[in-house]
C-alpha cells in the first residue's frame, strides 16, 4: 500500500478523494456494493482505476468504513495501481467523511475533486472540466438537466405540486472546489450542526457559486440492484 504525508506533491497539483464508507442500505443484498463483481472487477475498482490513470490527478485519498482497510488495499494491489493513496477511515455522514478526506491531503493540493466510489463511469474529459471549472470559478459539479416531468408529493402518494424542469439540474460527480474554500464551507456546516447530502450545498452557506458541467456520456451511479445491468454494460461497452 502506498501511502505518505503527502511531502512529495507540488504545491497547485489536483487531488481526488474518493468517498467509499457508505454503508449500501439500498442494494438490500447483504453485501458491500462497492465489492459487487462488475464488468470482470469490483465495482469499485472501475472508479479508483479512472482516478489512477487520470493524469491531471496527482494523489488519491479512499474514504472507507472503519474495518476495510485491508479490502481496499488488496484491492489496490491486485488491481496494480500506481498513484499514490491514502485510506482513511469515514464518519458518520458523508460530509464527515469527506471532511476526513480533506483533512488527510497533500499540503501542496489546491484543487480536489470529490468522487462517489459508486459511480464508476466518469470520463477524465469530465473530470479535467470540473477542475478546469473550479480553478476559475471555486467550485463546479458534474451535472445532468433533468428531462422528466418533476412533481412534487407532501405525502409521498398525491402530487402537491408541479416544478419547472427547465430550471431543474441533477448533480452528480465529481465534485471540484479548490481546497481551501471546500474547507471554508465545510466548517461551517459542522459550526452551525447541518446535514447535507452532498457538498455544493455547503457552498451555500458561504455564498459559492458552482459551475454546473454538463457531461457529454452517462456518469450513472449504482444505488439499486436494478442500477448494476445498466453500468455494467456501459463499462463493458467502453471496454
Known amino acids: 500500500?502506498?501511502?505518505?504525508?503527502?511531502?512529495?506533491?507540488?504545491r497547485g497539483v489536483t487531488s481526488a478523494i474518493i468517498v467509499a464508507a457508505?454503508?449500501?442500505?439500498?442494494?438490500g443484498t447483504g453485501m458491500?456494493?462497492?465489492?459487487?463483481?462488475?464488468?470482470?472487477?469490483?465495482?469499485?475498482a472501475?472508479?479508483?482505476?479512472?482516478?489512477?490513470?487520470?493524469?491531471?490527478i496527482a494523489e488519491i485519498v479512499v474514504v472507507v468504513r472503519e474495518g476495510m482497510e485491508g479490502a481496499f488495499s488488496n484491492l489496490a494491489a491486485q488491481c496494480g495501481f500506481q498513484k499514490s493513496f491514502r485510506l482513511v477511515v469515514g464518519g458518520r455522514e458523508r460530509q464527515d467523511s469527506v471532511w476526513n478526506g480533506l483533512e488527510n491531503l497533500a499540503s501542496g493540493a489546491e484543487i480536489v475533486a470529490i468522487q462517489d466510489a459508486a459511480r464508476p463511469?466518469?470520463?477524465e474529459a469530465l473530470l479535467e472540466a470540473t477542475i478546469a471549472a473550479a480553478r476559475q470559478?471555486?467550485?463546479?459539479?458534474?451535472?445532468q438537466s433533468v428531462s422528466d416531468t418533476i412533481k412534487e408529493s407532501e405525502d409521498g402518494s398525491f402530487i402537491s405540486r408541479h416544478l419547472d424542469r427547465s430550471r431543474l439540474w441533477a448533480v452528480q460527480t465529481p465534485q471540484t472546489f479548490r481546497v481551501e474554500m471546500i474547507r471554508r464551507a465545510l466548517a461551517r456546516v459542522r459550526e452551525k450542526g447541518l446535514q447535507v447530502t452532498d457538498d455544493t450545498a455547503a457552498c451555500e452557506l458561504i455564498g459559492q457559486r458552482v459551475r454546473l458541467i454538463r457531461g457529454a456520456e452517462p456518469n450513472p451511479k449504482v444505488?439499486?440492484?436494478?442500477?448494476?445491468?445498466?453500468v455494467e454494460m456501459l463499462l463493458k461497452g467502453e471496454g
Open 46 to 56: 472501475h472508479t479508483w482505476r479512472r482516478f489512477d490513470r487520470a493524469a491531471c
Open 1 to 10: 500500500m502506498r501511502t505518505g504525508d503527502g511531502s512529495g506533491i507540488k
Open 223 to 230: 444505488t439499486r440492484p436494478e442500477d448494476v445491468p445498466y
Open 22 to 27: 457508505g454503508r449500501s442500505s439500498r442494494m
Open 121 to 123: 463511469c466518469t470520463t
Open 32 to 44: 458491500d456494493k462497492l465489492f459487487l463483481p462488475v464488468a470482470g472487477l469490483p465495482l469499485v
Open 137 to 143: 470559478e471555486g467550485a463546479a459539479v458534474a451535472a
